[in-house]
């Protein structure tokens, strides 16, 4: 007797939602898996020759706190004393600051960096430059952690793509079609999406035919996406529409300071006071011009300017507070910092700046007072976003089994950056807040430091580097390489 061959049963609605689910997550998980191995594959090959050199590789990651000073910032300076400790053990240490990095920026290329230097330990100085973190509360928590992937990250490049092109074919065909129709002409004149506006402003495609917002918006979304050149083209047509449109000189304006053209970038902010002497960010931005120039009469007029019409901005306060200082206005420095602080008194720059004018005159004791009030206003705040990236950064260190050198800024409390972290396994800290403060009471401020443009320190002095790589090399020798 043949036996009976058991019956096939049909899967349940539930079964196949589970086998679809997990499909779909397979199907992702190589995406995922093909992507990052690529990565480490192309870093492989660019990695650089100086990689190759014998001895312990230490990245050194951050801003232009990190990159200024050449020869003199403080990784090289690092690297030389490290090289000429004792024990003979050879160091080369990479400088990775990018200036005007955030968190954000550096963590996105951190996976990259770290397959190209392979280090074996990593020396972060990061965060005082993610001062907007209304993009960090945009999101929750899940969809913060979905942004960590390579496909999450991947596709939403590809919605803001895609969204782009219907933008611009939409916008085609409404300019077509307005075109068609104008005045009674039955002349179709083509024109491609990336060149959808009339050469003469009273032309066929008049600001009254068009919604000028479309192009600002287009702008935006390239600028989302760091693609400049076809932003600034999209900027540039919402201007030639509407040459009062504010909105479009502020993105046009943010976007040249990006592109490291200041003296277009300059024009397009005095074109916005021309056009609105009430806005308050032009007289900021061009204060802070003013300052890097040395400038600092024309850099006090914009300032107080801003203040005049109503700005309680701390930033501006502080940096109209430094410009009196380097003109030796001491006593306008001190009340305009004492003003700063009564207008924001949880504002940790605020009380720091007052913290670093009093250590720069000599003046031991309210340099104590504040400092005590800066610590606590510290120790109730650290920015969302810092914290978030760092714990990351920690993470993929961890799985690497490479130790993390988080060195806190020059004249700052060391607390925060260590309440940042639950699991303090391979995280070592360097702290610089009395080694800089008690170096300012003796020398003043400015053996230091170039600049404040923090509030309570600025961009260090081949002196000042010199004092942040012998804090980490010191920490280094000790917990890392004892």
Known sequence: MQARAPDKRALSLHEKLVLVVLGILAFFFLIESTMRIAGVIVAALQRPKETMQEGYRIMCIGESTTVFGEQDSYPCQLERILNAGKGGRKFTVINRGIPGADTTFILANFEKDLAVYRPEVVVAMIGINDRYPQEFRRFSPWARFMRTFKVARLGEWLWLSLNVRLQEMRMF????????????????????????????????????????????????????????????????????????????????????????????????????????????????????????????????????????????????????????????????????FKRNLALNPRDAEACGSLVAFYAAVGNRAALEEYSTRANEINLKRYNPLTRHNYQIMQAMLASRGIPLVCVQYPMRTISPLQMIFENKKDVVFVDNEWRFKNALLESGLHEYFIDMFAGDFGHCTPKGNRLLAESIAAVITKEIFP
């Open 173 to 336: 065909l409404q300019l077509q079609w307005r075109q068609f129709f104008n005045g009674g002409s039955a002349r179709m004149v083509f024109l491609s999406p990336s060149n959808c506006y009339a050469q003469d402003r009273n032309s066929v495609l008049t600001p009254s035919g068009i919604k000028k917002e479309e192009y600002l918006r287009l702008g935006e979304l390239y600028f989302t996406q760091k693609k400049y050149s076809e932003a600034q083209g999209y900027l540039e047509k919402a201007i030639f529409f509407d040459p009062t449109d504010i909105q479009a000189y502020y993105a046009l304006g943010k976007l040249l300071k990006q592109k490291v053209k200041l003296t277009q970038a300059k024009e397009v902010f005095k074109k916005i006071i021309e056009l609105d002497p009430t806005q308050l960010a032009p007289y900021n931005e061009l204060g802070g011009w003013a300052v890097d120039e040395g400038n600092y009469e024309e850099a006090i007029s914009y300032f107080k300017k801003a203040i005049d019409l109503g700005a309680q901005d701390a930033r501006v306060y502080i940096r109209l507070g430094w410009c009196y200082f380097a003109r030796n206005e001491f006593q306008d420095a001190e009340l305009t």
